[in-house]
């Protein structure tokens, strides 16, 4: 059976790694294929429709986190070896596929938030200092990018950082560790300096490690690179 590059991760990925390699050698669960969700656009659309009205109810908040935490999946499967040039693609592709999905459903919200969602991604790749930013840290995504400047962390407009220097430090530290930016035991620090105009980051770095005393707000970074 074939696999195809379904637009909404409903399980874990460990589960969703789990389904495909079964699917891949087509083997059945229990005589019955009831998970074609994980590996079949139809299937998969289907079971979206059918989660979607419970998630509104959980409130606005918990059906926003939930839709661009598929829709990031999606770009990241995708794109998954960073070529940011086609990110905007699989970005477009994935709202397109649920504006078309929820049309005469009267998801009148969840349409808007697409729409705000695809302007987002317009502005963003059209700012020149983010695009020369991700060309060298790629794994930079929009995503990424759009959780800082709602935990009010950045400034897209133009670029700024907008917390203390050690939390910046932090969330280099943290980048590096997650995406293995480093080049041995040598962290990948220059980057994130010429981006947000920011010097000093190793020794921001140094300074809460001699004092064992995590940056405040680091629990915001933590959340958002999880």
């Given amino acids: 059976m074939e696999i195809e590059i379904i ?3 409903l ?15 087509n083997m059945k669960i229990d005589g019955k294929d009831e998970y074609l969700f994980a ?3 139809f299937e998969n659309n289907k079971d979206f ?27 990241k499967k995708c794109a998954y070896k960073f070529d940011t040039d086609y990110e905007i693609k699989y970005y477009n592709d994935w709202l397109d596929n649920t504006l078309w999905i929820i049309q005469g ?30 060309k060298i840290i790629p794994i930079l995504s929009i995503d990424i990018l759009e959780k800082l400047e709602k935990q009010r962390v950045i400034k897209l407009e133009p670029l700024e950082w907008l917390k203390s220097k050690g939390l910046l ?28 105009g920011v010097l000093g980051l190793s020794g921001a770095i140094n300074d809460y490690k001699k004092t064992g005393d995590l940056p405040i707000g680091h629990e915001i970074i933590d959340n958002i690179l999880e």
């Fill in 7 to 9: 637009f909404y991760q």
């Fill in 11 to 25: 399980w874990s990925n460990e589960a969703q790694r789990h389904y495909e390699e079964k699917h891949a050698v």
């Fill in 39 to 41: 590996v079949n656009i």
């Fill in 49 to 75: 429709l059918e989660g979607l009205p419970n998630k509104i109810t959980e409130g606005y908040r918990a059906c926003e986190w939930w839709m661009r935490g598929l829709l990031a999946s999606y770009v």
């Fill in 105 to 134: 459903k009267n998801y009148t919200e969840i349409e808007k938030w697409c729409n705000d969602y695809r302007q987002f991604v317009i502005k963003v790749k059209n700012d020149d200092t983010i695009t020369q930013t991700q």
């Fill in 169 to 196: 430090g932090y969330f280099v530290e943290v980048m590096n560790d997650k995406y293995n930016l480093k080049h041995g035991s040598k962290r990948k620090i220059k980057p994130f300096q010429e981006m947000f």
